[in-house]
């Protein structure tokens, strides 16, 4: 008997990232570091860094998903208030 999580419907995830952010941070620390090296410039490292941080996920949300749900709630959709006096 095998057991597999989430009868294989959840995102493959290593650590605490999705296989696809890591590819991607992957990659952008390559040109980072290219950047780095050859042009000496810092900003692609440090973009590289807050994006890895902003994917980290706990609990299938990641906090660039929590910063997007918060910005939609308080600043995009409008919020609906509806006052009654029940009798």
């Not at 490292?45 to 660039?64: G, H, K, M, Q, W």
């Amino acid at each position: 008997m095998y057991i597999y999580p989430d009868n294989l419907r959840s995102k493959a995830t290593l650590w605490l990232w999705q296989l696809k952010d890591i590819g991607i941070t992957g990659v952008c620390a390559v040109i980072s570091i290219l950047a780095l090296t050859q042009a000496g410039l810092f900003l692609p490292i440090i973009l590289t860094a807050v994006y890895a941080f902003l994917t980290i996920r706990f609990e299938d949300t990641s906090i660039l998903d929590f910063i997007k749900y918060a910005c939609c709630f308080f600043f995009m959709k409008q919020q609906i208030y509806e006052w009654r006096l029940e009798r």
